[in-house]
């Protein structure tokens, strides 16, 4: 029995690592996806500059994005689909790299200060 177990171990740590080569080769938006819309987050963050309530603290590298006040995710894809920060008194401006968020279908900025153009990325 005990041969059999240490086989086992041998065979699974011989093939996990191609298992995840493949599901990364095959997979990218899955494994990697996120990883665009949370650098376009963390840049919106970066350019709030008054942020009372204090929400933005939520908005760091230790939590999943998708667990930060104001953003819903996909659930199957784990991509940013909805941004509502309304009504967060957050004061700053809207930078280009917020177009990164393209799976985004819903924002909701209302009542809070932001200034500055509207991203070409959003196409309005």
């Known amino acids: 029995m005990e041969l059999s177990y240490t086989c086992c171990m041998k065979l699974l740590f011989k093939f996990l690592p191609g298992f995840f080569l493949l599901c990364m080769i095959t997979c990218p938006e899955f494994v990697f996806g996120n990883e665009s819309d949370r ?4 840049d919106l963050k970066r350019r709030i500059t008054n942020d009372p309530l204090h929400i933005m603290n939520s908005w760091n ?3 999943d994005l998708c667990s930060w006040i104001g953003v819903t995710c996909n659930v199957s894809n784990k991509r ?3 941004l509502n920060l309304e009504a967060q008194k957050l ?3 809207i930078p280009p790299s917020i177009g990164n968020l393209t799976y985004l279908t819903g924002i909701n900025f209302i009542d809070n200060n ?3 153009e509207i991203p070409q990325e959003w196409d309005v």
């Open 39 to 42: 650098l376009a987050l963390l």
């Open 61 to 63: 590298d230790s939590t």
């Open 80 to 82: 940013v689909v909805i």
């Open 91 to 93: 004061v700053g401006s």
């Open 114 to 116: 932001f200034y500055g």
